[in-house]
């Protein structure tokens, strides 16, 4: 740019002065400056794992790691597989039934924690319990429990009449999910009561107060004020929880390494059988590659249901 034009600018510019630009551009980019180590770190463990990931879908493994390119094949080899298709199956019941209980228990425990009374610290403590301890541990625990010689859930459960007699579920094929998904519900629910009492302590007063006056029942204020408040916050915790659960392998294969017969196998526990249990690593990553897109076009959907909510209120 010549003088003529620089002077041009300026002008045109009101309140500009030479420099003036640079010095801003300057301040726009410092921050990201020194954001940019953590950045590129970010992105060099995220994007190159992923794209080396997805790589080894379309190839094939052979001994002593060498690797030919198939194409598609891993795919057509999919399509037919009738143990991807049951894991599929097990990954929408193990994930669904885990959430809807997980979520309405949060939000029970929040309604109940956002109100004073006496032990609530200690109520707080027992309820966010669950959450600091490691799965692994959670898992040994809970097949332990459904254990019949040494645990007392099957005794329980039979006096109650869920079964006719004291047996472990786990290794029946048509109650074995059940167990796992106990124990994610168990261990989840203090996502959702943190979460949602938070949210719920950030609800203006006034709103109860204005709605009690004008003669509305403990429903309405429910459903009118606090489910329209939540809605934002719901929208974004069963999203993120829903993909955790999805992917969510530690507890099913600590309790049951997938089994009876598969009866308790979802894709995430399938991925990890095909590659290292069969080292069969080109077919686990198209096996990965369907479940990231499905959670992709799932998270889109949740995202925009979101935003919606977002310009409604």
């Keep these: 740019m010549d003088k ?3 002077m041009t600018v300026t002008h045109a510019i009101p309140g500009a002065r030479p420099g003036s630009f640079r010095r801003a551009l300057g301040n726009a980019l410092e921050p990201w400056l020194y954001l940019s180590p953590a950045i590129i770190l970010l992105t060099l463990s995220m994007l190159v794992p992923l794209i080396v990931g997805l790589s080894y879908a379309f190839q094939n493994f052979g001994p002593f790691g060498k690797s030919t390119w198939i194409g598609l094949k891993n795919f057509e080899t999919l399509l037919g597989d009738p143990n991807f298709w049951r894991a599929l199956k097990n990954t929408v019941w193990w994930t669904v039934g885990s959430l809807v209980f997980q979520f309405f228990g949060g939000l029970g425990l929040a309604l109940l924690l956002n109100r004073d009374f006496p032990g609530k610290r200690l109520t707080q403590a027992l309820v966010f319990l669950p959450w600091a301890v490691p799965t692994f541990l959670s898992g040994l625990v809970f097949a332990w429990l459904f254990n019949p010689v040494v645990g007392p859930l099957p005794y329980w459960m039979a006096d109650l009449g869920l079964l006719p007699e004291p047996l472990n579920i786990l290794s029946d094929p048509d ?3 059940w167990g796992p998904i106990l124990a994610n519900i168990w261990f989840g629910i203090p996502f959702f009561a943190i979460t949602l009492l938070a949210a719920l302590q950030a609800i203006p007063g006034d709103y109860y107060e204005a709605a009690a006056i004008d003669g509305a029942s403990a429903w309405q204020r429910f459903t009118k004020i606090t489910i ?3 809605a934002p916050t719901i929208a974004i915790t069963v999203l993120l929880r829903t993909i955790w659960i ?5 507890l099913i294969w600590v309790m049951t390494n997938g089994g009876p017969a598969n009866a308790t196998s979802i894709l995430s526990t ?4 095909q590659a290292f249990s069969r080292l069969n690593f080109g077919y686990a990553s198209a096996v990965a590659t369907v479940l990231l897109l499905l959670l992709l076009l799932y998270a889109a959907i949740l995202i925009r249901m979101r935003k919606s909510l977002l310009a409604g209120q």
Excluded: E, K, R, S
């Design 4 to 6: 003529t034009a620089h």
């Design 175 to 177: 109650l074995a999910m």
């Design 228 to 230: 329209p408040f939540l």
């Design 246 to 250: 999805a992917t969510f392998a530690d």
């Design 270 to 273: 399938y991925i990890f059988a």
